[in-house]
């Protein structure tokens, strides 16, 4: 598996991000998943993500909440970071949601929009802080891939944006119904489909076939 970026970072990513959530909500008052949303929108997440040694290991947790309020408010907080003796919920939700985000190379925004939000992250803590971590990493895939599957596939999108039936791609695409069918419920894994069949099915949606892949 290609992580997201060197493990050389990791504990340092993993920590920072800790105290970043540690200090914004438990210091500034901050709403969870509104500051979530400001990590997203400022930048930072996706620098963080991709293993930025500044953001996963030169700026400080606290520095990390600075920038992004800074980003994103115009102003750095200058409340000082409390002395904390044991590590809060908070901080061990963004100290996991590092080490998932670094293991499975998922972006940020892709794990809070496929359900691994802040706050379910946070619920979790009274029965996953003490596990190993690949626990979690069990935990958040299932979340993943449930979250997915709720969703409508590519070729669904695309099939219903064009306003056609099953029946008229398969018809028009010289695809069989049945396919169709198992390709939109994930049943068949589309990348797999013969090349003619997945030009002729991006020839009637008006699409490249890499917009059929999930």
Known sequence: MMH??????LNDAMNNLGDMFDYAL??????????YSQFLVSGVAEKFGAGNPKYVAGLSGPELAMEVLHVTEGERPETMPSVAYERSPEYWSGWILAYYQWFSGH???????????????????????EADVTKFVSVADRMIEENRREEPSRLQQMRKNSGL??????????????MVQLYEQRQQDIRRAEAQTLVSLSLVLGCDVVDLFE
Not at 107 to 126: E, T
């Open 4 to 9: 997201a970026y060197e493990e050389t970072y």
């Open 26 to 35: 438990c210091n500034l008052g901050c709403d969870a998943e509104e500051f």
């Open 107 to 129: 972006g940020f925004s892709y794990m809070r929009k496929r359900g691994v939000s802040f706050s379910k992250v946070r619920s979790l803590y009274p029965t996953l802080h």
């Open 165 to 178: 039936t099953q029946r008229e791609l398969a018809e028009r695409s010289g695809t069989s119904l049945r």
